[in-house]
């Protein structure tokens, strides 16, 4: 991550002036030139994106105005930064002057302004000063082979840096696929050993955000809920919110009716691709992806990758990488040296058992006719 | 089995009324579930015409959930019958695997399909080979469908459903929907293996055998060819 010294034009004001007695959020967005009228309506918006209701908006409003707010320290393993990316992104203004000054960032190696050995004191004055307070935002995943060379911060294995920074966190978040389950790095046969966070991070509760990347809404949606009611999301079993993680793409795609009604693309170039027929016999992952894509789309609701025609990959799915064509609506099953699907090494065994109960059958029967009379 | 006198009766009523209604039950549902799962991993040919006039898919998975539901209740059924009925209603859950004898049997039996031996023995209840397979393939199997088939309909009926608290688990222990969905199906092809040695060896051995098969499964009577001890 070397690229990540980099300093950027964003504003990241928390790094550079680490104010006295902690303003709230009300006071850093003011400070940033928002309205309040563009205040109050970022709350309803996220009430809303976190499935609350209207009658949560004031008290959304009411916590910024009166919670100072939450340190936030943003750290990069193995990654694309594509979840930077995307969160810079999000739908409403805000997001994108305000939550970054608001989560006040106290250390994120790619939008910080300093750099070097600054941008390392910032970090450790940080876990210093906020002790127990901070939440950690792990963007990327750390590689355990030759002791973590494979990703080097600051002259360290990024490895001994995100232990370092968890020792003393509130929370943790793991951000997209890579840190949530290993994505494209820890894909067989994982040469560098990546491993997802929590492999790592055994002690704290981790909050996982996947999706390559994961969608801004929901990225913010988390960190708003976060820091205004001051308690985690409800997680289900495998650590992801509910509000965001708790239905498939399937659940909620609007070409369902024409998947209910058998009614499928089954080239690129058909008839029924022009008419936007569901996308399963081309691959669409949908049925077996959890995210939030269906309902909040991307790139301020205006689309999402089925909604532009092209099948769902299952990038918030754990291992998707490893499971074979994303094209192919039954994934291979790499045990079986050569990849073949569940069809066809069934049938293989099947019509193999066929020939033998035949041959068998056929000797049962010129036996019998040998020792006809044999038997009584 | 072990009791040599009663060889002399030509009939033992082996098989009572709810085990065989409850296999011919199985047999229709598990069909129904084969060929409606087939369809839903490589569903039909795109209907014509518009969205709202067609639900193939959806009765295609109506179908499936409903055979799925009554394979799945029978089987409850069947393992209160292990209790309920007579001793032969217990042999399917509980092949001998420890008994020496019980394995000599297998081995015979074995030696029967390879042409190795000129008679088979007689056997009231399931032939020891028969049992194995019907324990491992049926039951294990069965077991398994059941338990990744009710994980993937959690699925549809959402997080805290009834289904998604007893069965949810297996989805994040086997990797991830996606992976249920390979081994439910890879589970099916193991199933159908199943099946067809059971037809064929049930018909073979009705008419080489010195029992009857098929039709002690209809209406419950063994009858032996036969007076010889076994
Ligand atoms: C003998 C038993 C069964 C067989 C042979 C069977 C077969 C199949 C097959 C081949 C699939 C397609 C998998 C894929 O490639 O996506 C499937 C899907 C499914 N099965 Fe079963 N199944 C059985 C029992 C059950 C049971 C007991 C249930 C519980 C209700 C069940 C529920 C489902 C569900 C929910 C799906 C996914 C449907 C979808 O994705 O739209 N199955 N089954
Ligand atoms: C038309 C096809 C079928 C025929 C003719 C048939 C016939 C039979 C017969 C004759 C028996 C008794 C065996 C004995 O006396 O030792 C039997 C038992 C059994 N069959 Fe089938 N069968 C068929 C299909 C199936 C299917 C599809 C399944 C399930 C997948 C199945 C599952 C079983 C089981 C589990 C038993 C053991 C019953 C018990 O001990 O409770 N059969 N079958
Ligand atoms: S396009 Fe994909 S997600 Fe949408 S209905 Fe079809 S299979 Fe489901």
């Given at each position: 991550m070397i690229e990540s010294q980099h300093p950027q034009g964003e504003p990241a004001d928390g790094v550079t002036l680490m104010p006295q007695s902690i303003e709230t959020f009300y006071e850093v967005m003011r400070r940033q030139g928002i309205t309040r009228r563009s205040f109050l309506k970022y709350c309803s918006l996220t009430a809303a994106a976190l499935g609350l209701g209207p009658t949560f908006a004031p008290r959304i409003a009411h916590a910024m105005e009166t919670k100072e707010r939450t340190p936030v320290i943003w750290v990069h393993g193995l990654e694309c930064t594509c979840c930077s990316e995307s969160f810079i992104r999000s739908a409403h203004p805000l997001v994108k002057d305000v939550v970054?000054?608001?989560?006040?960032?106290?250390?994120?190696?790619?939008?910080?302004?300093?750099?070097?050995?600054?941008?390392?004191?910032a970090l450790e004055e940080t876990i210093q000063k906020y002790k127990g307070k901070y939440i950690l935002a792990v963007e990327g995943n750390p590689p355990l082979n030759e002791d973590g060379m494979f990703c080097i911060v600051g002259g360290k294995p990024f490895l001994d840096q995100l232990?370092?920074?968890?020792?003393?966190?509130?929370?943790?978040?793991?951000?997209?696929?890579?840190?949530?389950?290993?994505?494209?790095?820890?894909?067989?046969?994982?040469?560098t050993q990546a491993v997802p966070i929590h492999k790592v991070i055994t002690d704290k509760p981790i909050i996982k955000v996947p999706g390559c990347p994961p969608i801004a809404e929901v990225m913010t949606g988390v960190i708003t809920y976060?820091?205004?009611?001051?308690?985690l999301p409800e997680l289900d079993r495998q650590g992801r919110p509910k509000m965001f993680y708790s239905q498939r793409i399937h659940d909620k795609c609007y070409r369902r009716p024409h998947f209910d009604a058998g009614q499928f693309v089954e080239q690129w170039d058909d008839e029924s691709a022009r008419k936007g027929y569901c996308l399963y016999k081309v691959g669409c992952k949908g049925p077996t992806t959890y995210n939030a894509c269906s309902t909040v789309r991307w790139n301020e609701g205006t689309s999402f990758p089925i909604q532009a025609g092209h099948g769902c990959i299952g990038c918030s799915e754990d291992g998707f990488w490893d499971k074979g064509s994303f094209y192919d609506r039954l994934t291979n099953i790499p045990q079986f040296g050569i990849e073949k699907n569940a069809d066809e090494i069934g049938m293989a065994v099947a019509g193999g058992v066929g020939a033998a109960v035949a041959a068998h059958a056929a000797v049962s029967a010129v036996k019998r006719a040998q020792h006809k009379g044999d038997q009584e | 089995m072990e009791t040599i006198?009663?060889?002399?009766?030509?009939?033992?009523?082996?098989?009572e009324a709810p085990l065989r209604l409850w296999h011919w039950v199985t047999v229709l549902s598990v069909i129904v579930l084969c060929v409606t799962g087939y369809?839903?991993?490589?569903?039909?040919?795109?209907?014509?015409?518009e969205a709202i006039d067609n639900y193939l898919m959806g009765y295609i998975r109506f179908a499936h959930f409903t055979a799925g539901y009554i394979a799945a209740i029978g089987f409850l059924g069947r393992i209160y019958w292990a209790f309920a009925g007579n001793s032969h209603a217990r042999e399917l859950f509980m092949p001998k695997l420890f008994s020496r004898k019980w394995w000599g049997e297998v081995w015979h039996e074995v030696r029967w399909y390879l042409f190795l031996e000129k008679t088979p023995?007689?056997?009231?209840?399931?032939?020891?080979?028969?049992?194995?397979?019907?324990?491992?393939?049926?039951?294990?199997?069965?077991?398994?469908?059941?338990?990744?088939?009710?994980a993937l309909y959690s699925e549809g009926l959402g997080q805290g459903s009834w289904a998604d608290t007893?069965?949810?688990?297996?989805?994040?222990?086997?990797?991830?929907?996606?992976?249920?969905?390979?081994w439910h199906h890879l589970g099916m092809w193991y199933l159908i293996i199943f099946i067809m040695?059971?037809?064929?060896?049930?018909?073979?051995?009705?008419?080489?055998?010195?029992?009857s098969l098929i039709s002690t499964m209809v209406g419950g009577w063994r009858m032996f060819k036969d007076d010889r001890p076994d």
């Open positions: 970054l000054s608001m989560i006040s960032l106290d250390y994120d190696d790619t939008l910080m302004a300093a750099a070097g050995h600054q941008a390392e004191a232990k370092h920074a968890a020792k003393d966190a509130a929370a943790v978040i793991a951000w997209g696929s890579c840190a949530s389950w290993g994505c494209v790095q820890a894909a067989r046969p994982n040469p976060m820091l205004t009611f001051g308690r | 006198k009663k060889r002399k009766q030509t009939a033992v009523y082996v098989y369809f839903i991993g490589s569903p039909l040919p795109t209907m014509p015409g023995k007689k056997y009231i209840g399931h032939n020891p080979l028969g049992q194995m397979a019907m324990f491992f393939f049926f039951v294990l199997g069965m077991i398994f469908m059941i338990i990744t088939g009710f007893m069965f949810g688990w297996v989805i994040p222990m086997m990797g991830q929907s996606q992976d249920v969905h390979t040695l059971h037809v064929y060896v049930a018909i073979r051995e009705d008419i080489m055998s010195r029992q």
